[in-house]
């Protein structure tokens, strides 16, 4: 069980947007500007989406943004296609180089 | 070009120990630490640890200590992950995960295909 808190599912149609929280504590999302985002689709292995809070690496859409706040990291995902349809993972650093997974978002594209 | 391509799926009994491996190509192995991922069927990821790949020197996260041993073999590019005393609740995939900047751990841009450990009498 993860310490850090994610909502357990959101839903959107193609070409809204949608925003994924990933709410932890000063001991790891406000406390370090390191948090990456991964998308699982099922069967398959994660993919890294988003790095050091906001961060995009090569070949990633742009439609994938993300943000931190206090204790509070977001990834909001525009213009939603099917193909994003996947489960989410933010995963921020925890202090003495260690890292922790978030519980998961279930992305539904309607 | 890089991945990283690990062992195939285990079916053991409990009690007994199981090594996974991760064979990394297409690029200077010791250059980049390995993470290791948990999943359990229908559950979410878990971070296990990372080893450096230069040093040889393991961090275990919380929960995987004792029974949990990363390794390296850098001669054949290969990290390894031994679960030993096995109980059911160790049956999930095990990812490893290279690490992508020079400070790990910190983000992972290449992932193995997944190990599925299956722990049953």
């Known amino acids: 069980q993860s310490a850090l808190t994610q909502p357990r599912s959101v839903s959107g149609s193609p070409g809204q947007s949608v925003t994924i929280s990933c709410t932890g504590t000063?001991?790891?999302?406000?406390?370090?500007?390191?948090v990456s985002w991964y998308q699982q689709h099922p069967g398959k292995a994660p993919k890294l989406i988003i790095y050091?809070?906001?961060k995009r690496p090569s070949g990633v859409p742009d439609r994938f943004s993300a943000s931190k706040s206090g204790n509070t990291a977001s990834l909001t995902i525009s213009g939603l296609q099917a193909e994003d349809e996947a489960d989410y993972y933010c995963?921020?650093?925890?202090?003495?180089?260690?890292?922790?997974f978030g519980g998961g978002t279930k992305l539904t594209v309607l | 070009q890089v991945q990283l391509v690990q062992s195939g799926s285990e079916l053991k009994t409990p009690g007994a120990s199981v090594k996974v491996s991760c064979k990394a190509s297409?690029?200077?192995?010791?250059?980049?630490?390995m993470n290791w991922v948990r999943q359990a069927p229908g559950q979410g990821l878990e971070w296990m640890g990372w080893?450096?790949?230069?040093?040889?020197?393991?961090t275990y996260a919380q929960g995987f200590t004792g029974r949990f041993v990363f390794s390296l073999d850098t001669s054949v590019r290969t990290a390894y992950l031994q679960i030993s005393s096995l109980k059911a609740e160790d049956t999930a995939v095990y990812y490893c995960?290279?690490?992508?900047?020079?400070?790990?751990?910190?983000?992972?841009?290449?992932w193995g295909q997944g190990t599925m450990l299956t722990v049953s009498s």
């Open positions: 995960a290279r690490e992508m900047t020079m400070k790990p751990p910190h983000a992972f841009d290449i």
């Open positions: 297409g690029y200077i192995f010791t250059t980049y630490a």
């Open positions: 080893i450096n790949t230069n040093t040889g020197n393991p």
């Open positions: 000063r001991n790891d999302v406000g406390g370090y500007n390191q």
């Open positions: 050091d809070v906001s």
């Open positions: 995963c921020p650093y925890a202090g003495s180089y260690t890292l922790v």
